[in-house]
């Protein structure tokens, strides 16, 4: 369906695409960067990437400072924070080639709607990352553990669309940049059992300002995520979605095991920067609410990380002004 | 009942003991401070005061290290942290003369209970301290704003005790002190209505980390504010104590009006030590539980503060070790 070799777009070149975007590009895939803050250093100075897989220094990458510049792509990843997702109408249609799809890279739910109804929902689909990974500086990105990625297609009326042609394409590409991909038969699925994880692990992280392993070091705060990922199976059962007390306990079990780290939004607090509270908090509790599921510690999380965001929007924090497309 | 001139005994000179203590002192009264970590310091330096209402400094002041050493007093002021009061039992008995009487200053419910429990119900009396105070050093106090105490009578089946003669007498003490004091003829009523500050307040500004002002400038945290409020107010009604509408705004009133404040817990996070949550939360909660009244959102917080405190601990802070009587 779409020609061989594919190029990429990677929109936003921060701990996801950096990470991504500069895996692909070592593979020898034709990758362009679309940058906000970074762009002169990356121009300059390229993309490094210090990761347990192996460090690595792209010095020459394809890095542009408007969606203008660049050339028409076959794939489109985006990588932004969902925060800042209101630039993409004028970005897709810039970057994408006429049969060319642009895969969400971003965390939460509801985010293929949105980018399908600018590019068109046949032209759409997600991607789940499993990584930990760090923007540490411009250019530079800190790959800490996993790197794993699930794709899958999306589907405007939730019916799982199954394995694609281009899903199968995509992922071989991928696969040729050593990640390791599976893919989705059933996207939503997927989105929720993701969602398993980030509720309670992004929001506690956040709010007690601790990073994964102290959290699963508190007795209290373990006992917590464990009822929110229930709150969360609960929802995703009502849209026909199922989550296993199995795949509840091996997210527990993998997050004991993984290396100490702290989720996106617990990095935003600390730097005032916006959190994605809408995409991974507001959007699955309205999806409950649809069908009448409460989710009280979810809503709480919540309203509190709502409450954390104007506390610190009302500081005025440099950093904020700062926030930029690579963040 | 109690003879003239009457004699305090302070434990603990933090925010609270060594600010009323202080001011007891400078009326003329008798007082002796039982202290710890300050002791040496205060008893060569005394204890000093930067007050909204004057500065002042006591050069010399009965200073402790053990109730052993002190005299017998008529009234002995709790002033500890409630994290500290298991040394409780070992002071009480020594520090009151055969008549005297015990009052806790501290905050959270069933601590007059737990006196009893130590000297006999009928010689237990509760203060609540509507101060925003803060010891920023070894015997040094800084008085940001209010100071008014509510005194009342311990009453162990819960019926209201009235205005007994020996409230007004230690009334009239802090009055000539320049404390404004009210006679609380039911002290359980007084406790709840303070409790509809501090469960909020306490335990949301620790959670954000920002301090009351900080909190009252966001929409999203004042929601939140009041609905724990509503709960408070609930829990107490079911313990038949009316806890009005009118009297909730007043309090988000008055909190709008008062200078920025860093309630205990907020600081106790901050510096890693021990927080209220037995008293403010645990046992409100428990009180709320006997009457099947459900208080979620109190429930949650209390649950994250729990795991604060778990994810401190397990931090092993320096100041943690540091902890003493005067905190």
Known sequence: MIPMPRSYAVIGAGAVGGFYGARLQKAGLEVHFLLHSDYEYVRRHGITVESVEGDFHLRHVHAYRSATDMPACDVACVCLKTTQNHILPEILPRVLSPDGVVITFQN????????????????????????????????????????????????????????????????????????????????????????????????????????????????????????????????????????????????????RKMAPYSPSMKLDREKGRPMEIETIYRRPLHAARERNVPMPLTQLLARELESLEEIIRAQGSQERKEASLEE
């Open 108 to 255: 939460g739910l509801g985010i293929e709607g949105d980018l399908a109804a600018i590019v068109g929902s046949d032209r759409v689909m997600g991607a789940l990352c499993f990584i930990c990974s760090v923007k540490i500086g411009a250019g530079r990105i800190r790959h800490l553990d996993y790197g794993a990625i699930k794709l899958g297609e999306y589907s405007p009326d939730s019916v799982p669309r199954g394995v694609t042609t281009r899903m199968k394409q995509i992922g071989e590409d991928f696969r040729s940049a050593g990640i390791s991909v599976e893919l989705a038969a059933d996207l939503l699925l997927a989105r929720w059992q993701k969602l398993v994880w980030n509720i309670p692990f992004n929001g506690l992280c956040a709010i007690l300002d601790a990073d994964t392993s102290r959290i699963m070091k508190s007795p209290s705060a373990v006992q917590l995520v464990q009822e929110i990922m229930h709150e969360v199976a609960e929802a995703a059962a009502a849209h026909d979605r199922i989550i296993t007390e199995e795949f509840i306990r091996g997210m527990i079990y993998s997050t």
